[in-house]
């Protein structure tokens, strides 16, 4: 998926959301968002999609070895968990006119 530059990508998931995994290894877990990445449509769940990572001594690590860290996967296999209950995300105006993030099975804004 190639983005434009000017364009401005609309993520339903923020960082600290609870959210439901769909497809992978993982399918079917919840988990919390550690770190959306916008520009690559991907985000970091704590705990889910590990990867071990070789990693050459330096300063930071003198030993250097093997190290497990979780990796980015992609969106479109994420679902935000409301209330217990995964829903679609949809954005209205609130009573301040402002657009907000609500669930479109319950219909109730989220935080």
Known sequence: MSINKL????????????????????????????????????????????????????????????VKTEAPMHISNLMLVVNGTASRIGRKANENGKLQRFSKKSGEFIK
């Open 7 to 66: 364009e401005q990508v609309k993520i339903h998931i923020k960082k600290g959301d609870t959210v439901k995994i769909l497809a992978g290894n993982s399918k079917n877990k919840t988990g919390k968002v550690l770190r959306v990445l916008p520009k690559t449509y991907r985000a970091i769940v704590e705990g889910f999609n590990i990867v071990t990572k070789h990693t050459k001594p330096s300063a930071g690590s003198p030993n250097g070895g093997i």
